[in-house]
């Protein structure tokens, strides 16, 4: 015969009745509110979004935007996929939320490094053109990053939509300060400043990528690039010649 006795009623549910009473009395008790998430500040959203842009950036001179899928890019940028994308709803606006901060951070660099002087018109453009050239690592990242922007565009109409903007606003930035200085007859007459800085800015975007790709020295680009900046300020060489012809008519006389 068994020695087990059958319990009759329902099952114990504490252990003991001080152990039923704490949990009378935790349920009187109202309930604590778990803490409230705060939402990240301004400052704190635009330094992650930042960070992960950056981590564009690099995948992309580094590799090809084609390497930069979302959880390339969170790993680049050392977060999680979900941070990703709670800052970023799709690949797509992520890539043109890194291309504009990328734009934004080189015009940043450039107003350091470019300072305006209306009586050296030519320095200032010649400063301009150095932003395309590759002479320190974030120029060159920068450069590099574009050509992986332009290379995806040629495939992709939403990024091209972008990139390919039917604005030229650097183009008549430097179409003006040709002006400035043609009305201030620093420059050669019968000069067309917006013909003038379609060939200088194309010159300096095409020939930096020949500096990337190493078909090309950065001295010699910068020669190419005085040369056209001489033929634009050209009147004080013009008045060298004359003087020295000048000469050469009393030199004759005598």
Same mark, same amino acid.
């Given at each position: 015969m068994s020695a087990a006795v059958k319990q009759r009623g329902r099952p114990a549910l504490y252990c003991s009745r001080s152990c039923q009473a704490r949990a009378y009395r935790q349920r009187k008790r109202p309930p604590v509110p778990a803490p409230e998430r705060l939402a990240p500040t301004s400052d704190a959203r635009s330094r992650r979004r930042r960070q992960i =842009?950056?981590?564009?950036?690099?995948?992309?001179? %580094?590799?090809?935007?084609?390497?930069?899928?979302?959880?390339?890019? =969170?790993?680049?940028?050392?977060?999680?996929?979900?941070?990703?994308?709670?800052?970023?709803?799709?690949?797509?606006?992520?890539? !043109?939320?890194?291309?504009?901060?990328?734009?934004?951070?080189?015009?940043?660099?450039?107003?350091?490094? !470019?300072?305006?002087?209306?009586?050296?018109?030519?320095?200032?453009?010649?400063? #301009?053109?150095?932003?395309?050239?590759?002479?320190?690592?974030?120029?060159? #990242?920068?450069?590099?990053?574009?050509?992986?922007?332009? =290379?995806?565009?040629?495939? %992709?109409?939403?990024? =091209?939509?972008?990139?390919?903007? %039917?604005?030229?606003?650097?183009?008549?930035?430097?179409?003006?300060?040709?002006?400035?200085?043609?009305?201030?007859?620093?420059?050669?007459?019968?000069?067309?400043a917006r013909r003038e800085a379609d060939l200088l800015v194309a010159a300096a975007v095409g020939l930096g990528g020949d500096v990337l790709h190493e078909r090309r020295t950065l001295d010699d680009v910068r020669e190419t690039l005085d040369y056209h900046l001489d033929k634009i300020f050209s009147p004080v060489r013009v008045r060298e010649v004359g003087e020295d012809l000048d000469e050469r008519v009393c030199a004759r006389s005598d």
């Open positions: =842009a950056e981590a564009v950036w690099r995948i992309a001179a %580094d590799r090809g935007l084609d390497a930069a899928s979302m959880r390339e890019i =969170a790993a680049e940028a050392g977060v999680s996929l979900r941070v990703v994308q709670y800052h970023f709803a799709n690949k797509h606006e992520l890539l !043109v939320a890194a291309l504009h901060l990328l734009h934004r951070e080189n015009e940043r660099l450039a107003r350091t490094r !470019v300072h305006y002087d209306p009586a050296d018109l030519r320095g200032v453009l010649s400063a #301009m053109l150095d932003e395309f050239l590759p002479l320190d690592a974030q120029r060159t #990242m920068a450069l590099r990053v574009f050509s992986a922007y332009y =290379a995806r565009s040629l495939t %992709d109409p939403a990024i =091209a939509a972008v990139f390919l903007s %039917d604005e030229h606003p650097l183009e008549e930035l430097v179409a003006g300060f040709i002006a400035t200085a043609q009305s201030s007859g620093q420059t050669a007459p019968g000069l067309n």
